[in-house]
């Protein structure tokens, strides 16, 4: 068995991130369906073959919330929980090969992380944009996308404009902004150690004090 992972949300300030793994019997089985980088899809593109991918093959599907990433990065980096994501899910599928889309600048110092992490025996080959590369990986990377894509329309249903939940998307700094003047503290969906949080609060206690 072989098997692809990647990830979606590591940079959002907003929303969970998600790692995905799905496991196929040869890379040809997959070869031919359209699939590639999930962000050189439609997002109607990416729900369908979203439902066709999940209900062929195994997958496994480790998701981080904001809160539980905020604690882990009391003690450790971003890189480190996306390298013990990787391990769960490979670990759960139990495959003889593992691409991984690398997160680390050094992708093979990633993949030798992700490996000694594994309770087996498995080859690990990790590589930057493994999604364009290999289309196991780009499965993986559209169930990754699906899947957190659909927190955050829940978290729309839930607090209205939010945007895409990157510190780039002005609709996502002015969602936060709006809230932290309102709340004085961001909301729950939003990762507190992100320096695009810190930021806005230390904006807004500063206009709070010269309002005193």
């Known amino acids: 068995m072989i098997c692809g992972v990647d990830e979606a949300g590591k940079g959002a300030v907003l929303g969970p991130m998600v790692v995905a793994a799905i496991c196929v019997s040869d890379l040809a089985s997959i070869g031919n369906s359209g699939i590639r980088d999930s962000k050189s899809l439609s997002p ?28 882990a990065l009391a003690g450790t980096t971003i890189n480190h929980l996306i390298v013990e994501a990787d391990a769960a899910c490979i670990t759960a599928l139990s495959p003889e090969i ?11 110092r990633f993949g030798e992380n992700v490996s000694r992490s594994l309770p087996f025996s498995c080859t690990v080959i990790a590589e930057h ?24 329309e829940a978290l729309k249903e839930e607090y209205g404009a939010i945007g895409s939940g990157y510190p780039s ?4 700094i ?12 961001p909301p729950p969906c939003a990762r507190r150690s992100w320096k695009t949080v810190s930021a806005l609060l230390a904006r807004q206690n500063q206009s709070s004090l010269d309002d005193f």
């Open 44 to 71: 109607r593109q990416r729900e369908l073959l979203f439902d066709d991918l999940v209900s062929s093959y195994p997958y496994y599907v480790v998701s981080y919330l904001p809160s539980a990433i905020d604690a």
């Open 98 to 108: 593992a691409y991984l889309d690398a997160c680390d600048v050094n992708a093979g």
């Open 129 to 152: 944009k493994a999604d364009h590369s290999y289309t196991v990986v780009g499965a993986a990377s559209i169930i990754a996308k699906v899947t957190r894509d659909r927190a955050v």
């Open 169 to 172: 998307d002005p609709a996502t």
């Open 174 to 185: 002015r969602f936060l902004t709006d809230y932290i003047r309102e709340h004085r503290s």
